[in-house]
């Protein structure tokens, strides 16, 4: 367990550029920031800007901000600005935004199992979408998810479109999202105007808050379902009740 790190400024050629969990690997990443982490060329084919995840990874009340795999450097594997995902990963309360990857996934590429709650995800670059999930063997649920406002690299138009989800569509058993494509927007239901656009909004970590407006305040689900089928699949031991109990990214998701 790792809980309170602050992470920023590694790099790697082979891995996560801050953290690499393997195979055999149960990580779990809690209340804990990864920041400015990247990778250099030269590398295997699984590269992650921030976290590589091939066992069995929680993250938990944490913030993936301006990671990079391969987003200017050619050389890079450039899938997964944030994170890549070849295992089982729970992801909850957490924030990605400035993540960006030269190929896909800005935020998160997934190829194996990744379950998703309470999150936001806006800001990130890449041409293959911000929350990337191969078609083949691999699956991404979300539930009380914000993925709106990353953008598509590839558009080179003075007003970017959005490219929010990419690859595989969101599992069955996905719901209660703020989500949608094709627009910037939606990217005004977060507020941006404060400087800098991460901030103390009462959680342990920096993250994103809500305008007054939005339609996510106060509109979350109940999550025990979405948790107890990782706690099955993954096999770990941890109280279903404990992580349903709230969001952790501020007062505004409370």
Do not use: C, W
Request: glycine share 14%.
């Amino acid at each position: 367990t790792l809980r309170g790190i602050r992470a920023s400024g590694n790099t790697n050629i082979n891995g996560g550029g801050a953290i690499t969990n393997f195979s055999n690997g149960v990580l779990t990443l809690e209340n804990s920031t990864l920041s400015g982490n990247g990778t250099l060329s030269g590398g295997g084919n699984r590269l992650a800007g921030g976290l590589l995840n091939e066992g069995t990874l929680i993250v938990r009340g944490s913030t993936f901000d301006s990671n990079a795999n391969g987003a200017n450097n050619a050389g890079a594997a450039g899938t997964g600005g944030g994170l890549a995902n070849y295992g089982n990963a729970f992801v909850v309360n957490s924030t990605f935004t400035g993540n960006a990857a030269r190929v896909s996934g800005g935020a998160i590429h997934n190829e194996g199992t990744l379950y998703l709650a309470n999150d936001t995800i806006t800001n990130n670059f890449s041409p293959g979408a911000a929350l990337f999930t191969t078609s083949t063997f691999s699956k991404s649920t979300a539930v009380n998810t914000i993925l709106v406002g990353n953008f598509n690299t590839s558009d080179t138009s003075q007003t970017r479109t959005e490219l929010n989800v990419g690859g595989a569509a969101l599992a069955t058993g996905s719901s209660n999202n703020l989500t949608t494509d094709g627009t910037v927007a939606s990217i005004f239901e977060l507020d941006i105007a404060n400087s800098p656009f991460l901030n103390d909004n009462g959680g342990p970590t920096r993250t994103i808050a809500l305008k007054t407006s939005s339609p996510a305040i106060n509109a979350g689900t109940d999550l025990k379902s979405l948790l107890t089928n990782f706690k099955i699949q993954s096999g770990l031991n941890f109280d279903v009740e404990t992580f349903a109990a709230a969001d952790q990214r501020g007062t505004a998701f409370t």
